[in-house]
């Protein structure tokens, strides 16, 4: 079997699977398993490259999450009544929000260093791509819905 044979098996099978499973599965799910296909389908991973990229991109976007979530619950819901903060609280929350920035910093080039062995530097750089050229899609097909609607 080719490897573009393999890929469009793969990608079939996640089609199918983001079909069938679309009505019960929560709506970020659904949109991890487009995601997903899309990067797949763009990269052209052969199977020994696939074996070694998923999980360390898997592991990247649980971490970067998680910082997500903790600037979420440490800083921002602390923001919602932001004229009632003090300059001090003001001060600790900055001092917070550029530690994250920082780790978020961090934690990127870390991983672009990995992907970047897994992966040629090319393919490093077509995620990279992928990645905005997905996340823009969505954003139209956000917009689009909700223009719908009105």
Known sequence: MSKYSKIGVLLLFLCSATVFYGQNRP??????????????ERLGLTSQEAQVFWPLYNEHEEKKAALNQKERREIRSKLVDFEGLSENEANKLLSQLIALEQEKHRLNVEYLRKISEAVSPKKTFLLIKAEEDFNRRLLKRIQERRMNRN
């Open 27 to 40: 709506g970020k799910e659904r949109i991890k398993t487009l995601k997903v296909a899309f990067i797949t």
